[in-house]
Structures are given as structure tokens and as C-alpha cells.
């Protein structure tokens, strides 16, 4: 029997995010409020810090050699090229919306906000995701017993549940479902976690500098 605080650490980060993210979509439809998105980020950041010891699978070296970061980070930027050519109409769960403006505020305070979205969607997500579903969710769906399932262990069942539900995460289901497979097949490969962190963190970082950018704020 898996003891519940194992679990907790690995549920309540992801839960806390997503309850953020319903609370915005019924409070605040057609805006992301950047107050909110900070609130939210330094919830999930807290509840990172504080169950650091119970992540047994980011202790090791986040890249064991040249190679395996060659790999996430090469996984990484590919799923960002896939990723902005999938805003498929037929692909869109609702409406993307006008997105996270950060510079609507002017000034410093613009390019702080602005900071705390990259920082956000580039560190604390992808560890907050990985840890859910490439740790977690793959895992538990082998066995309740999680920890007993090696990292990577591979069943059809676990992959195609892991990937459907971690495009019906995201508005871009399509595209959700593209990095699913993506990340799923780079922790098959590896049978380590920091490297789905590092390629899911070089995603967001790019689709992070493609938005200031480009100022297409509905990736965002």
C-alpha cells in the first residue's frame, strides 16, 4: 500500500493548478487576470517545495550524459514547432481567447508579469506535469502500487490513457496529445524524468519567447 502522502505530493500540485484554472475560466471568461496566474504559480511552487523530498525520481542528475540532454532538449524544441502549427479549429476545445497580456499593465510591472509567465511555464510546470502524469498517472494505471513500476515501463494501456488525457488537459487537444506521445516516448527511452522535464520546460520556453515575440498572446 502506497502511503497517501506519496500520493498527495504528486496529486495536489497538479490539482491545485487545475482548480486555478476553473476558478479563472468561471470568474473570468474572456481574460486571464495576471494577479490570478501569480496567486496560482505561487501555490503550485509551495507545494513543489515542500514535498522536494518525497520526488524520489528527480534525485538523481538531471542528465545522466551529452547525449540524453542532446535528446530532451531536441524533443523539446520539436514538439514547439509541432505545437504551433496544430491551432486546428476542429483541434480547439472552446476558444483560445485573447490570452495572458502582460505588458497591458505598462512598465516594469508589464515586464514582471511577463517574467513570472516564462518562469511559470518554463520551470514549474513541466515540473508539476512530469511528475503527474509521467511519474504518477503512466505508472498507477500499471498498478496502484506505483512505486513498484519502474520509471518507463511501457503497457499500450497506460500510454494511449496517459496521451488522451493529457491532450483533453489542454485547449489544443491535438496538439496536447502530440507532446503527450512525444514525452511518453522520450521517458520510454530514457527511464529517467528530468529528461521529460527538460524537453517539456524547452517547449514552453520557446512557445513563451514566440509569444513576447511575436505578440500572439493566445498561446499564452
Known sequence: MIPYEIMR?????????MAFIAIQSVLFPDETPLWLYLIQISFVSALLIFYRQDYL??????????????LAVGVGILVYFA???????WALQGELGEGYKP???????GIFYAGIRLFGASIVVPLMEEIFWRSFILRYIISPDFLSVKLGEFTRLSFLIT????GV??????????????YNLLMYR???????VIAHAVTNLMLGAH??????????
Open 103 to 109: 505588458f497591458q499593465v505598462g512598465g516594469g510591472l
Open 9 to 17: 505530493a504528486r496529486i495536489l500540485p497538479f490539482a491545485v493548478y
Open 83 to 89: 505545437w504551433v502549427r496544430m491551432d486546428f479549429p
Open 57 to 70: 525520481e528527480l534525485k538523481n542528475k538531471c542528465v545522466a550524459n551529452f547525449g540524453e540532454g542532446l
Open 190 to 196: 530514457t527511464r529517467r524524468l528530468w529528461p521529460c
Open 211 to 220: 509569444v513576447l515575440l511575436t505578440g500572439q498572446w493566445y498561446w499564452w
Open 169 to 182: 488537459e489542454h485547449n489544443l487537444w491535438l496538439a496536447g496529445m502530440m507532446a503527450g506521445v512525444a
Open 163 to 166: 496521451v488522451v488525457l493529457f
